[in-house]
C-alpha cells in the first residue's frame, strides 16, 4: 500500500485522465515551484478505470485554473487549508487562454511575430474546440502545440 502525508495548505488534483500528470504538472508550473509535489499515476478508480492524481503544498492562491481547464475540465480540485479540505471546484472551459497553446498555421502573424501572446478563444463549448484569435485556425488536441 503506498502511503502519502497530508498537506496543510495547497491543492489536491483529482481525477486526472491516467497519463496527463505530467503535461499538467508542466503547464501549471510545479517544477518551478519549492513545494512538496506528490504525482501518483494510473491510480485505481472506480468510475474511471485509472486515473492520475496530483498533490500540492503551496499557496491556494497560485494555481492557475484556466490552464488546468483547458487541459481537462474534468478535474476535482480540492483546496486544502490547515489539513482539511475546505472547498471543492469544479473547472469550466475557460473563454480565452493565453500562451498555452500555439497556432500552427504558418501563415498566422502569431507564427511570423514571435513577440504575440498566443490567443485561442472557445468557439464551440459543445465539441470544446478553440481557434487562433489572429487567424481563426482550428486547435485540435492532436496538433501536441502547447507552449
Known sequence: MLNIGKI?????????????SMQIYRHLGLDKLDSTVAIIKNAKSKVMGKKDILKVECDINSLDLD??????HNITVNVIKDG???EKRSLVLPKEIRDVIRCHNPRCISSIEQELPQIFYLADEERE????RYCDEKYSEGDVNLL
Open 84 to 86: 482539511k479540505i475546505i
Open 129 to 132: 474546440i478553440y481557434r487562433c
Open 67 to 72: 490552464v488546468l481547464a483547458f487541459i481537462d
Open 8 to 20: 496543510e495548505e495547497g491543492f489536491v488534483l483529482d481525477h486526472i485522465k491516467a497519463g496527463k
